[in-house]
């Protein structure tokens, strides 16, 4: 596996954090950071340093994920790669490090199958994610 991959699964959608804050600094344009902070379970201070650039403890990810696919769901009603990679992750991340990866593929297998199964095309997101979450999982 290359570097990149063993980051991706050491620590899954770390490439997603960008996106997190670039969603969050959005949100902070369009209402405050009083308010976004709230919103997302953290203080002021701490998403004004997260959005400064600050890395965030794995508690502040895992808030920042949940309020992440919350608050997308909201705005437009269309799960993208995004919105499903934020998503998987929070279902995965109380499962032990080692079982993530495989855990989140059999997810993505069932996801893709229901799709499937319905006739319809399955999204783009799903194989993505299968890939990134490794290809040695895949079914």
Not at 36 to 57: C, D, H, N, Q, W
């Amino acid at each position: 596996m290359s570097n990149m991959k063993d980051q991706t699964i050491s620590d899954p959608r770390s490439a997603t954090i960008k996106h997190l804050r670039e969603t969050a600094a959005g949100r902070v344009e369009n209402t405050s950071l009083r308010s976004v902070a709230r919103e997302i379970g953290m203080s002021p201070t701490g998403l004004k340093k997260f959005l400064l650039g600050t890395a965030p403890y794995s508690p502040t990810v895992r808030r920042l994920r949940n309020w992440y696919v919350q608050y997308a769901a909201k705005l437009d009603h269309v799960v993208d790669r995004h919105v499903a990679s934020a998503a998987l992750s929070v279902l995965v991340h109380d499962l032990p490090q080692a079982s993530r990866g495989q855990t989140a593929t059999c997810v993505l297998d069932c996801v893709g199958r229901g799709f499937v199964d319905r006739g319809l095309s399955q999204p783009g997101w799903v194989n993505e994610l299968r890939q990134e979450y490794g290809p040695e999982h895949q079914a």
